[in-house]
């Protein structure tokens, strides 16, 4: 997968509008907030993008958290690839999918 696909996934999802709600939703679950705007409060190292915090989050946004549509943010992506990558980027994207699922039947059988 080419450098940086990984935070072009996550900037996709934080930055569009049309997942607000799911990310609002995704910050509480998270965090175990009521609301998210009390983040900040609850959460205060959030706001430095190399905290732990910010890190731990956005590893399992994407890979973990299911969507309304309940799909993961990665399998979303693989399936819409709004960046256009090319075929042999797709297929990397696909794999890592495949790879993330697989460990997840491991874990929990």
Not at 94 to 97: E, G, S, T, V, W
């Given at each position: 997968m080419q450098a940086g696909t990984i935070s072009d996934i996550i900037s996709y999802f934080l930055?569009?509008?049309a997942?607000?709600?799911d990310i609002g939703r995704a910050l509480c679950e998270f965090f175990e907030?009521?609301?998210a705007?009390?983040?900040l409060a609850a959460v205060p190292d959030f706001a430095d993008v190399d905290s732990p915090a910010h890190r731990h989050f956005h590893e399992w946004l994407?890979?973990?958290f299911e969507l309304s549509d309940g799909k993961t943010p990665l399998q979303e992506w693989c399936e819409k690839n709004p960046m256009n990558l090319d075929s042999f980027n797709?297929?990397?994207c696909?794999?890592?999918?495949r790879l993330v699922i697989l460990r997840e039947d491991i874990f929990l059988n």
């Open positions: 930055q569009n509008h997942y607000e709600a907030l009521h609301s705007d009390e983040l994407i890979f973990h797709m297929t990397e696909a794999d890592l999918l």
